[in-house]
Structure formats: structure tokens, C-alpha cells
């Protein structure tokens, strides 16, 4: 895979793709200076020495540029995205509960507590759509699901 290195003009703004060396797409940006942006990515993510192939595509704005790397998020769907996921099936399988967003599971203990442990039904808490945790509801060794 090649890189497309350009020098953009001042409101162009880039969607790269970061590629491992089996070339499974590991993670979708958006930035003005890929660059600048790539060495953020060494400092700050583990994943980086995977890093092995980026490609790099212009567009003449941010929003276009925000639209597409939202597309190839939902249609690629890169190993390490979280923004813009709203359960990673490609890592976790199908979603083994209804979602609530930590807003909710914060200002709602009443209603996820009856469904957890009065209804006997898992639940997976979220913050941005992105799974947090799965509650599951505990039996007794008497008890049985109703």
C-alpha cells in the first residue's frame, strides 16, 4: 500500500487509514497534517509499531473529510476505532443484551436495576455508543430463570 503524500493547501484536511502488515485496517483519522498527526500516534498508542502501511486521501474540507471517515468507519470497520461503533461486531460478536448509555445507568438505578435483577435479563451499559460493561443478573443455586 502506498501512501499518498501531498502537501495540502491550508483547508484541505485528510482521512488516513493505518494499515498492520497482513493489511487489516487498524484505525480511520481525520487530520489537517497527517504528519503532525502520525507522530501523535507513536507518542500516544501502543498499537503504532503495527503500523506498517497508511494511506492518505485529501478532501477540500473538513466536514466532507468528517463525512467519509464516518462511512469508512461503519463500512470498513478498522480494529481500533470506538467513535462511531455501536457495538463492534466484527470484535464481539453479536450484542448480548439491550444497551443503556451511562447517562441513563446513572439517572435511572431504578429502572436498570428491575431490569437486571428483578426481570433476570443482562444489560450492556455504553458511554458514546461504545460498550462499557455487561451487567448480569446473579442466581441463587435454588433459583432458576423465569
Known amino acids: 500500500m502506498q501512501a499518498t503524500e501531498e502537501v495540502p493547501a491550508a483547508e484541505r484536511t485528510a482521512v488516513y487509514r493505518l494499515y498492520d502488515e497482513a493489511e487489516r485496517l487498524l484505525y480511520v483519522g481525520v487530520a489537517s497534517d497527517p504528519r503532525v498527526r502520525f507522530k501523535q500516534h507513536e507518542r500516544d498508542k501502543a498499537r503504532w509499531p503495527r503500523v506498517t502501511a497508511r494511506a492518505i486521501e485529501w478532501f477540500d474540507s473538513r466536514d466532507e473529510a468528517l463525512k467519509v471517515e464516518a462511512r469508512v468507519i461503519t463500512r470498513e470497520l478498522p480494529l481500533?476505532?470506538?467513535?462511531?461503533?455501536?457495538?463492534?461486531?466484527?470484535?464481539?460478536?453479536?450484542?448480548?443484551?439491550?444497551?443503556?448509555?451511562?447517562?441513563?445507568?446513572?439517572?435511572?438505578?431504578?429502572?436498570?436495576?428491575?431490569?437486571?435483577?428483578?426481570?433476570?435479563?443482562?444489560?450492556?451499559?455504553?458511554?458514546?455508543?461504545?460498550?462499557?460493561?455487561?451487567?448480569?443478573?446473579?442466581?441463587?443455586?435454588?433459583?432458576?430463570?423465569?
Open 80 to 146: 481500533h476505532n470506538e467513535a462511531g461503533v455501536q457495538w463492534p461486531h466484527h470484535r464481539l460478536g453479536e450484542a448480548p443484551a439491550p444497551a443503556i448509555s451511562t447517562t441513563t445507568f446513572q439517572s435511572d438505578p431504578p429502572g436498570w436495576f428491575d431490569h437486571v435483577a428483578e426481570r433476570h435479563q443482562s444489560l450492556v451499559v455504553t458511554r458514546n455508543k461504545v460498550p462499557l460493561v455487561v451487567i448480569v443478573p446473579y442466581f441463587d443455586r435454588g433459583e432458576t430463570e423465569s
